[in-house]
């Protein structure tokens, strides 16, 4: 059983950062692919960014790709996104997931592959 808990979400201006933060509970996170998704009222949930079990690698979604970072921390079973230079379009309610059928070195996007799923952070971006 895998525990997810997203924070630091909020209110920002046009431009601003935020980072955001996971923590998991459980044996395994060193050991499973982890992703952020975020959802926005009457939209379909979309990917934002994943990463593999040691961090060597990462993934993005094309609307957040040079703005957006995601890293984990394996000794604090913590899952982060620090996301930069953000828009109105970013507003949405952000959710960390872990796979606990990821390969090692691999990413996943899909989120129905994701067996876990924390209870959300609002982010909102007043322009």
């Known amino acids: 059983q895998v525990q997810l808990v997203e924070s630091g979400g909020g209110l920002v201006q046009a431009g601003g950062s935020l980072r955001l933060s996971c923590a998991a509970s459980g044996p395994s996170f060193s050991s499973t692919v982890m992703g952020w998704f975020r959802q926005a009222p009457g939209k379909e949930r979309e990917f934002v960014a994943s990463?593999?079990?040691?961090?060597?690698?990462?993934y993005y979604g094309d609307s957040v790709k040079g703005r957006f970072t995601i890293s984990r921390d394996n000794a604090k079973n913590t899952l982060y996104l620090q996301m930069n230079s953000l828009k109105p379009e970013d507003t949405s309610v952000y959710y960390c997931?872990?796979?606990?059928?990821?390969?090692?070195?691999?990413?996943?996007?899909?989120?129905?592959?994701?067996?876990?799923w924390g209870q959300g952070t609002q982010v909102t971006v007043s322009s």
């Open positions: 990463i593999s079990w040691t961090g060597a690698s990462t």
């Open positions: 997931a872990a796979d606990l059928d990821g390969r090692p070195g691999f990413t996943t996007t899909t989120s129905s592959e994701y067996d876990y």
